[in-house]
């Protein structure tokens, strides 16, 4: 901090990077990834600059996640969440845990929410995640329903039914890191309540006052 302290007031910058639903961070040369959200923009490959970038990630007291560049702040556009988790498996232990696209380890799952699309996304003590969809069906193989539920009713019938009627649905997972030892829930959810539910503004802006009103 000390350090920090003694560079120039640096203005931070957006529309630079971005982070799509695949956890790889994309460069936008123009500078436009907010003027035109569905621009791809560049993968950024070098592992060297990766690791700088995955250590160098957090979010402002308004939701608004950036890549601490030195003494700027470079502003990240979220087309699903702050970070995209991954299912994993514990070295030293055996058990299942999800890792997120910087490399750390998620210590806490406090919920789930399913989204219209079929995305799932969980409320963790580093912040709001998009589960992989390559590891989603592993991750649901793992869960059981919560005794509040008929004996016969299976998961993938339970989550439909989520998403038809919208209520929740109790699960229990055994053997994941950072799950509950009780149940918790799933919940439906849509695409644009996330922002709201998870704490997080997927476009930043200047004035993150004014983003969150319109």
Known sequence: MAAMARWPNVPAVYG??????SG???LHPQGDALQHPESRGEAITSPQILAFMNRNYA???HGQWF???GPQRV???LDCAPYVVQLTTDVATGSL???THTGLDVGKVSALYLDENGRCYAATDLGGALIAGRDLPALLDTFQLADTFAPDTGLHEALAECLESGA???LVAHGIQGFPDTSFTLSPCRHADLERLLTFLRHPRPDPETAQAG
């Open 97 to 99: 845990k999800l890792r």
């Open 67 to 69: 890549f601490q560049n």
């Open 16 to 21: 630079w990077l971005s982070l799509p639903e």
């Open 24 to 26: 790889q961070w994309r």
């Open 75 to 77: 502003y990240v556009r």
């Open 168 to 170: 929740s649905v109790p």
């Open 59 to 61: 979010a402002d007291a």
